[in-house]
């Protein structure tokens, strides 16, 4: 059919795999479910030729819609929409706007801004392990140190990058020399790499605390976990999906943030005493929330 609607998905990995990919399969199958779409997707290697040549497969055969599910796809988007003005290039974790190139960035710096306020509260030292130094991870990691020195200046964050979004078991050494070093709450950012850092956590102990991101991962480690972000960036794709099919695409490219918690949500176990926030936390934290989605506070200062 001529005015079939199209969308397809590149993830830089398996969907899979619970975390990062898993979340782009989502809002491709949110945008299926309640908007009818027809539907594909591509898993490939972190290759940029790769992104390029898939970019242009799924725009050459008339999908209107290609969700890059990551930053490091954009590069490949800049390069391939030019050619093909009629599809709407979105791209993950990306502030970008360009032509018909938009950028979905969800403020990731917000929700860990509360973690940084928690640790500084409740420990002596934070460690963070990310997979590859690119900007959205930075954000969040900038978005945590800004929390835990708003608590107090003097608290020391350390960071690491396993330079890679796959290797669960550099993940798990790296959170296992943080916690030898002293870290008492450590967070990973590594996507499908993310599970061996909170392997690593269980295994240290109790008195090491964490977070689960994205994805629940209070399994792996439960007596570890205090709180959840969960980020339901598929409505927010399949929101945007919508505006875009009805002549309404955004001139901007899109943010979501705390203000919007059907996207972003930020909540405390309450299943496990053993993990359970000092009710004068909470409040501390519930008053952070409001304030950052007021715009009163910037969680990620220069």
């Known amino acids: 059919m001529a005015d079939e609607f199209k969308m397809g998905l590149l993830v ?35 290759n940029p030729a790769s992104f390029e040549k898939a970019f242009r497969d799924y725009a050459s055969q008339g999908y209107q819609i290609i969700l890059g599910h990551g930053f490091e796809l954009q590069d490949a988007a800049l390069e391939v929409a030019p050619d093909f003005p009629d599809t709407t290039f979105l791209i993950s974790s990306s502030d970008i706007h360009e032509g018909n190139v938009i950028g979905l960035n969800t403020d990731t710096s917000q929700p860990f801004y509360l973690m940084g306020v928690i640790a500084a509260k409740m420990g002596k030292k934070a460690g963070l392990i990310g997979g590859m130094e690119i900007p959205p991870i930075q954000q969040a990691f900038a978005g945590f140190k800004a929390g835990a020195k708003s608590v107090n200046p003097e608290f020391q964050v350390s960071e690491a990058y396993i330079g890679n979004f796959t290797d669960t078991a550099a993940t798990k050494e790296a959170a296992l020399s943080m916690i030898a070093q002293g870290a008492d709450f450590v967070v990973p950012n590594a996507s499908g790499a993310t599970v061996g850092a909170y392997q690593g956590i269980a295994e240290a102990g109790d008195q090491v605390k964490s977070f689960s991101i994205y994805t629940d991962f209070t399994g792996v480690a439960p007596k570890n976990i205090l709180g959840l972000y969960v980020a339901d960036y598929a409505q927010g794709v399949v929101e945007v999906v919508r505006a875009i099919r009805e002549g309404n695409a955004p001139t901007t490219n899109v943010a979501f943030g705390l203000k919007d918690p059907k996207v972003i949500s930020f909540h405390f176990r309450d299943d496990n005493p053993q993990v359970s926030v000092p009710e004068d936390i909470r409040k501390d934290v519930a008053a952070v929330v409001a304030d950052i989605s007021a715009g009163k506070i910037d969680t990620m200062p220069q």
Request: hydrophobic residues 30%; glycine residues 14%.
């Open 12 to 46: 830089p990995g398996s969907v899979s795999e619970e975390g990062w990919n898993r979340i782009g399969y989502n809002a491709l199958k949110g945008v299926e479910e309640q908007l009818g779409a027809k539907v594909s997707y591509v898993e490939l290697q972190q």
